[in-house]
């Protein structure tokens, strides 16, 4: 049994490693100030045993008393419409917030996970995307609030790694979605999804044509258990590699929830990447991990979630 802090935990993402890191018999402390995150995802595990909650910004010093064996550090807005609608506090969990979750670690001896994200590789001009890909990423954009927080933060781990001796894992995660996703959050997925459930116009953005790859969040987070107990110190890709136009997804989410809703063309935002795709050769090579379910299943396990909140 291991202590395991998770930054973010009231989050999407965050919410699921809580769940599984306790169902291992884990103890967890969550730490969230819940800009982004919600009570509600982590309510069901206030009566485990084991399970802690603290509401925190980890922009600011963070203490947890007692041992800490590992940390994960998801705390951040994740989402386009999240990050620019809060660029400086994402910026300041990216930068900040990693600084101050690695100090922790260093100071409990405690192995560190960072949530980095496809984001740094920008609108790539490699594809599929491979780990030693650098990326190619506007700094002034809008978007780089979000592509360099993460990009530094990748950077701060792995001074820590190498200066004072931290054992640090990096994971690049790829669109991820289903259960717990917040039907506002403005991520694609959603929002077809809801603009279905609801009958309303489904807005793509663009010509439809730029692609995406989708990964269902219980593949997702097996895939982030499997990198968390691995050896593996470098960026890792986990991500579904199954690429498919946005256009594509709208098509599905309409034929799968027998919608009535039509698609209809918006202008694509600034610096929105035209492909995405991430090679996961490595993943399979050294976590023997892989998605399994796929985009039409997934796709109607989130909508029965999101019946549950959509009027």
């Not at 998801?74 to 386009?80: E, N, T």
């Not at 996703?181 to 603009?195: K, T």
């Not at 063309?265 to 610096?271: A, M, S, T, Y």
């Not at 035209?274 to 396990?301: C, F, N, S, Y």
Request: charged fraction near 20%; hydrophobic fraction near 40%.
């Amino acid at each position: 049994m291991a202590r395991i802090v998770v930054t973010g935990g009231a989050g999407f993402l965050g919410s699921h490693l809580c769940e599984r890191f306790l169902e291992r018999g884990d103890e967890v402390v969550c730490i969230d100030n819940l800009i982004t995150g919600s009570v509600d995802n982590i309510e069901h595990l206030f009566g485990q045993a084991g399970f802690t909650f603290v509401m925190h910004d980890v922009s600011q010093f963070i203490w947890v008393p007692g041992p800490v064996d590992g940390l994960l550090h998801f705390a951040s807005p994740a989402s386009p419409v999240d990050y620019l609608e809060h660029p400086i506090p994402t910026l300041k969990v990216g930068s900040l917030g990693t600084h101050n979750s690695l100090g922790l670690c260093r100071a409990k001896g405690a192995k560190f996970f960072l949530a980095s994200t496809s984001e740094v590789y920008g609108d790539p001009q490699v594809h599929p995307q491979t780990e030693d890909y650098w990326g190619h990423v506007n700094p002034v954009g809008p978007r780089g609030v979000y592509d360099e927080a993460k990009r530094f933060a990748e950077a701060m781990t792995m001074a820590y790694h190498r200066y004072h001796g931290i054992d640090t894992r990096i994971v690049r995660i790829f669109n991820t979605y289903g259960p717990r996703m917040r039907p506002n959050d403005g991520r694609v997925v959603s929002n077809f999804i809801v603009q279905a459930l609801r009958g309303d116009n489904i807005t793509v953005y663009g010509d439809g044509k730029q692609t995406r790859s989708f990964c269902f969040v219980e593949d997702e987070v097996r895939g982030l258990i499997a990198l968390f107990d691995s050896a593996e110190i470098m960026p890792t890709n986990i991500g579904n590699p199954n690429e498919f136009t946005i256009l594509e997804l709208a098509e599905i989410v309409i034929e799968e929830l027998n919608s009535s809703s039509e698609i209809i063309f918006e202008p694509l935002p600034v610096d929105d990447p035209m492909q995405r795709k991430p090679d996961i050769t490595k993943a399979r090579e050294i976590l023997g991990w892989e998605p399994q379910i796929q985009l039409r299943e997934g796709v109607v396990r989130t909508a029965e979630y999101f019946s549950r909140l959509v009027k």
